[in-house]
């Protein structure tokens, strides 16, 4: 086609699927040009809100403020929190410490006291200071 100012609608020429369906008649009216232009004071005329901002009653300001600060104070009762477990935590590893060097030191020294009373080191040290073992003089007590 060359000019497509000539391209025909033949959907005219083909038949009606629904023949009992009337087609609705559109007309479209003009703006009436003879009408005057009435003027309307700027003042008086309701001011559009921009499409961008919505309003904010003052309850509303009221609770996300409120709810803002409660963010914040929970927040830092959280951080708070977990302050003080730590802590706590440093301090019971603190203890545990300790209890670990008393058991070990209470380890060494029943230990040397084992080694102490044995029957060997009693004999060394009565032989030092003149002592001798008398089997006679022994009595075992028993329940």
Do not use: C, W
Request: glycine share 2%.
């Amino acid at each position: 086609m060359a000019d497509e100012s000539a391209a025909r609608d033949y959907s005219l020429l083909a038949e009606p699927v629904a023949p009992s369906m009337p087609q609705p008649d559109i007309h479209i009216k003009a703006p009436a040009e003879t009408a005057p232009a009435t003027k309307i004071d700027p003042a008086t005329q309701p001011q559009a809100i921009p499409a961008g901002r919505v309003a904010v009653s003052a309850f509303e300001k009221i609770l996300l403020t409120v709810t803002g600060i409660a963010v914040v104070a929970l927040a830092t009762v959280i951080v708070a929190t977990q302050i003080s477990v730590a802590n706590a935590q440093r301090s019971l590893q603190d203890v545990e410490q300790t209890i670990s060097a008393v058991q070990a030191k209470n380890s060494d020294a029943k230990q040397t006291i084992n080694e102490i009373m044995q029957s060997s080191h009693l004999n060394t040290v009565a032989a030092k200071d003149g002592l001798t073992f008398n089997e006679a003089n022994i009595r075992n007590v028993g329940k």
